[in-house]
């Protein structure tokens, strides 16, 4: 990223060839970045006493907790998937007229109470904002390779983003793992084989292994720590608003260490109300035509009723995305 004034174009072309034939890169030299700062939140928040995060956990778990979306979640027993985390998003003001109170996408977050050894909320809200900047420069750069105008992408993202920043925590496995953890090779997973539903996630590993993705070949490959960068892919949703076959939003996976092993993604997402109906690239030369379709209703549709995610299962479909489609709700709404 130090490049993005002296070598702009070029930057821009390696961003598009890494995106339409790898779908990972690394991403270096991000201004306001401390790696070191990013894993001490990781570390005092994770060293919470139970009962502290319990306070910040979803309803789902804690029924008396108001929080749906947003806050802490802890490590469910005999899932494949074995993390604990919080996670947020920028907070929306209580009188925007836009936004219903049924919409759990802008809820606000709990934040856990601080003893002064860290200011947890006020550098977590701060990284926000330089991870979101971050990931307005690459989609810049990226339209830039593209030959489309530079704000191309980032209008979806000008009001109101719906990202969400997370830390994660993947403690060991306490005894056998579930069978259904154990994959190829004697291979124990703590995340299994999922491609991200997002716009652009990036995420810093803190120099852990354990992170795989499948290669061009078709084969799932190790990706080896970077000092000081971060990792970066694209999701479905700009897989899909770029034809579906230009840019490749890759299958990864997260194994098991034997240790205690931390993350942090930021998963960009656009505004709740942004069409994502569109192909950005017919768009801008003429040749756009597409169903509207709300980024929220999109999601609700995906994560709830076709991938039917864990933890939007739970969520309530206020936009009747289910009936309209005819959907099958996992659990009820």
């Known amino acids: 990223m130090s490049k993005t004034e002296s070598d702009r174009a070029g930057l821009a072309k390696i961003v598009v060839d890494a995106l339409e034939n790898i779908g990972f890169l690394f991403i270096d030299n991000v201004e306001g970045l401390d790696f070191d700062r990013l894993f001490q939140a990781c570390q005092w928040f994770f060293s919470l006493p139970p009962e502290k995060k319990r306070k910040l956990c979803r309803k789902n778990w804690v029924p008396e907790n108001p929080n749906i979306y947003r806050g802490y979640f802890p490590v469910v027993e005999g899932e ?5 985390g919080f996670e947020f998003g920028r907070a929306v003001s209580p009188d925007d007229v836009q ?29 926000y904002e330089v991870m979101h900047e971050l990931a307005m420069e690459i989609l810049r750069l990226t339209a830039l390779g593209l030959g489309l105008p530079e704000g191309a992408f980032t209008y979806l993202f000008d009001d109101k983003p719906c990202s969400t920043y997370r830390i994660l925590h993947y403690p060991p496995w306490n005894g056998p793992p579930p069978s259904n953890a154990r994959i190829e090779d004697g291979k ?54 770029t034809g579906g076959n230009k840019f490749r939003a890759t299958r990864h996976r997260v194994l098991d260490i034997g240790v205690d092993r931390f993350s942090v993604p930021f998963f ?10 569109v192909n950005l ?10 169903e509207p379709e709300k980024y ?3 999601m609700i549709r995906v994560a709830k009723y076709e991938r039917k995610y864990f933890e939007y299962k739970v969520l ?8 309209r489609l005819g959907l099958v709700d996992p659990v009820g709404s």
């Open 80 to 84: 494949p998937s074995r993390k604990e």
């Open 281 to 290: 690239i017919k768009k801008y030369i003429g040749e756009e035509s597409h």
């Open 188 to 241: 124990i997973l703590t995340t299994p084989d999922h491609s991200d539903s997002n716009f652009l996630t990036l995420l810093a590993t803190f120099n852990y292994k354990g992170l795989e993705i499948v290669n061009s070949e078709g084969n799932w490959v190790a990706v080896e720590p970077r000092p000081k960068s971060l990792v970066m892919n694209i999701g479905d949703l700009f897989d899909r608003m």
């Open 99 to 127: 936004v219903s109170p049924e919409n759990w996408y802008y809820e606000t977050c709990p934040w856990p109470e601080e003893d002064g050894k860290f200011p947890f909320k006020e550098y977590m809200t701060s990284m």
């Open 296 to 298: 929220g209703c999109y």
């Open 316 to 323: 309530p479909d206020f936009e009747k995305v289910g009936e």
């Open 268 to 277: 960009l997402e656009p505004s709740y109300f942004s069409d994502v109906g």
